[in-house]
């Protein structure tokens, strides 16, 4: 098993009943605060589980780093990893608990190279009334000249990839070049921003069967660069979805610390990954061509396997939601 922290004043969405990464508030100036606790948690982590798997978004690096680090050196253990993800903070808070709900089926290594891909797996952004302050997507001239403009609104798209689409009548929504596998949940977060428009327009434009408002997110409005905003994270509400993401990362073990990893350089011990080698092509027999991906391939490598007479993780339980429109 993993312990899974999440660095930040990052709240959970409440979303997956069943777990939660553990949170840890850090301030961008590495001053010492919560230095105590996080080692605390660190410590019991390691005493209870394999491992310790550590989230920080990679627009506040400076604190986490360290802390990590200065963790790693006091505790005389390298069974701490640094996972840093670029994601907005809802949809951070969901990946965490997606994670916390996923450890105890997987080997550490395996946990760590999943974060990615489910950090990929999600449509986030917001509505934003003014684009001059964002630093996180960047936009050009003509949107900041927008931005002064009356009753103009923004809709900014984080993950997968970044763009700015200005909200007009004609094209109230940008249109959607990537959705989660359905059914698509969505969870949102907003202050002063037009939640109307994630209702009406942005829910059916993305096939969503739910929209729910969470928790208020202390960090949303650093990040979006103004105090009016509501921000969404879509993502797949099935119930294999976490299931067929660990089964689609094909690990191989670590060439020195056994673990096992997806990434080219260990979370853990940090060597470098020799690269596997590509066998020359040839012509298969249709029954092997068609084999699972699940299947081990011959060179030696695997991928992750659930615990013995498990069939992989269960369903991640999706809370019903109190505010909710369909």
């Not at 605390?40 to 920080?56: Q, T």
Request: hydrophobic share 45%; with cysteine.
């Amino acid at each position: 098993m993993t312990a899974v922290m999440l660095l930040g004043d990052i709240p959970s969405t409440d979303v997956i009943r069943e777990a939660k990464a553990e949170r840890v508030h850090v301030t961008p100036a590495f001053n010492g605060e919560n230095v105590p606790h996080f080692l605390d948690l660190a410590a019991r982590g390691l005493r209870d589980r394999e491992a310790v798997v550590v989230l920080y978004p990679t627009w506040r690096p400076e604190a986490a780093t360290r802390l990590i680090r200065f963790a790693r050196g006091i505790l005389r253990t390298d069974r701490i990893a640094a996972v840093p993800l670029a994601l907005p903070p809802l949809a951070l808070s969901l990946v965490a608990d997606q994670l916390a709900f996923m450890a105890p089926h997987v080997a550490p290594g395996v946990l760590v190279s999943v974060a990615h891909r489910l950090a990929a797996g999600v449509f986030a952004g917001a509505w934003v009334n003014s684009v001059t302050k964002l630093e996180h997507v960047q936009a050009g001239i003509g949107e900041h000249v927008s931005s002064y403009l009356t009753r103009t609104g923004f809709m900014v798209s984080a993950v997968p990839w970044p763009n700015i689409h200005r909200i007009t009548s004609a094209h109230p929504v940008a249109p959607i070049q990537f959705r989660p596998l359905d059914p698509v949940i969505v969870l949102a977060t907003q202050q002063d921003g037009d939640a109307d428009w994630l209702q009406s327009r942005f829910q059916p434009a993305i096939g969503a069967v739910s929209m729910t408002f969470t928790a208020h997110q202390p960090l949303s409005s650093a990040y979006w660069g103004t105090r009016k905003y509501a921000e969404f994270v879509a993502f797949s509400g099935h119930q294999q979805a976490l299931q067929n993401v660990i089964k689609d990362t094909q690990c191989r073990r670590c060439s020195w610390c056994s673990e096992p990893t997806a990434l080219s350089i260990c979370p853990f011990c940090f060597m470098a990954q020799p690269q596997p080698s590509v066998a020359p092509t040839r012509q298969q027999p249709a029954a092997q061509a068609a084999a699972p991906r699940s299947a081990p391939p011959a060179d030696g490598s695997f991928g992750p396997a659930p615990p013995q007479g498990d069939t992989g993780p269960p369903s991640a339980g999706v809370a019903s939601p109190a505010h909710t429109s369909h």
